[in-house]
């Protein structure tokens, strides 16, 4: 099993905004669902976007309308393009394919003033 690889992370201000990347040789974009998950300094990891194949995502509520999920399938990369960030979103945030365990390092976001 190979690690998925995010990136994309940083530092931003309460409003800003923030693109994170998900490669990896162990998906294929065009064909897996893909999932993104965050877990929050000594909290659980949770479930925050799903993408479909054809192009149907689901969001949990308390990102929906501000986060959204895509990808490229020639360079085989999700994406989470992520706005009007709230310091609630300051989390470690992870891409995976459906079914799989296998996590890899994730990208760290903190928004903070």
């Known amino acids: 099993q190979v690690q998925p690889v995010e990136s994309g992370g940083g530092l931003v201000q309460p409003g800003g905004s923030l693109r994170l990347s998900c490669a990896g040789s162990d998906f294929i974009v065009s064909e897996d669902i893909m999932t993104w998950h965050r877990q929050g300094a000594g909290k659980a990891r949770e479930w925050i976007a799903t993408?479909?194949?054809?192009?149907?995502?689901i969001y949990t509520n308390s990102v929906q309308g501000r986060f959204t999920v895509s990808r490229d399938d020639d360079k085989n990369t999700l994406y989470l393009q992520m706005n009007n960030l709230k310091p609630e979103d300051t989390a470690r945030y992870y891409c995976?394919?459906?079914?799989?365990?296998?996590w890899g390092q994730g990208t760290q976001v903190t928004v903070s003033s």
């Open positions: 993408l479909w194949p054809g192009g149907a995502t």
């Open positions: 995976l394919k459906a079914g799989s365990t296998t």
